[in-house]
T-cell receptor
Framework: QKEVEQDPGPLSVPEGAIVSLNCTYS??????FMWYRQYSRKGPELLMY????GNKEDGRFTAQVDKSSKYISLFIRDSQPSDSATYLC????????????FGKGTTLSVSS | GAVVSQHPSWVICKSGTSVKIECRSL??????MFWYRQFPKQSLMLMAT?????????EQGVEKDKFLINHASLTLSTLTVTSAHPEDSSFYIC?????????????FGSGTQLSVL
């Protein structure tokens, strides 16, 4: 079993839809959870950053972490064509200098 | 937010030559930088962790003699792909943590697409 599992999609939705992206993980030591957005042939851009369990909201984006289920989600409300990208979940146990473990990424396409 | 500059953004080279990729943290000091490799439609795979003033730590299966990493200052790390071959063609991305705290966010460069002919 991989440390981080993420459905690669592709996921296609109409403009204005609510999008739900998810990742599961196996390492219970993970404490820091992030969502990155990556456009084709560009570096990932940090979208959301969450420590431990709970919800975090930023504009149209909401990140949820359920450590008991080892499951994290990213919700996008009122999706826009500009949201079309690959979304990568990433997580870390948090020791100093520890790199992130990434999911494979979910490709999202929002049609106008 | 913090800015990480990476260049070149793309490079084409002949098989057997060496290629250097630079990663700079522009507005913060990065004690630790990370180098990732990404194949099409695949996730980012960590290659090595680069610490300023010391040797890099390579992930299992990554040849340290082929992928030379130098972290000479708190704002610059370089990855040199030596004697590149077509199988080294990939998207290479660096990242840096803006600080030493374990909860500091990680920021990424824009990536380098390497094509070896």
């Amino acid at each position: 079993q991989k440390e981080v599992e993420q459905d690669p999609g592709p996921l296609s939705v109409p403009e204005g839809a609510i999008v739900s992206l998810n990742c599961t993980y196996s390492n219970s030591a993970f404490q820091y959870f992030m969502w990155y957005r990556q456009y084709s042939r560009k570096g990932p851009e940090l979208l959301m950053y969450t420590y431990s369990s709970g919800n975090k909201e930023d504009g149209r984006f909401t990140a949820q972490v359920d450590k008991s289920s080892k499951y994290i989600s990213l919700f996008i409300r009122d999706s826009q064509p500009s949201d079309s990208a690959t979304y990568l979940c990433a997580m870390s146990a948090g020791q100093a200098g520890t790199a992130l473990i990434f999911g494979k990424g979910t490709t999202l396409s929002v049609s106008s | 937010g913090a800015v990480v500059s990476q260049h070149p953004s793309w490079v084409i080279c002949k098989s057997g030559t060496s290629v250097k990729i630079e990663c700079r943290s522009l507005d913060f000091q990065a004690t630790t930088m990370f180098w990732y490799r990404q194949f099409p439609k695949q996730s980012l795979m960590l290659m090595a962790t680069s610490n300023e003033g010391s040797k890099a730590t390579y992930e299992q299966g990554v040849e340290k003699d082929k992928f030379l990493i130098n972290h000479a200052s708190l704002t610059l790390s370089t990855l040199t792909v030596t004697s590149a071959h077509p199988e080294d063609s990939s998207f290479y991305i660096c990242s840096a943590r803006a600080g030493n705290r374990v909860d500091e966010k990680l920021f990424f460069g824009s990536g380098t697409q390497l094509s070896v002919l």
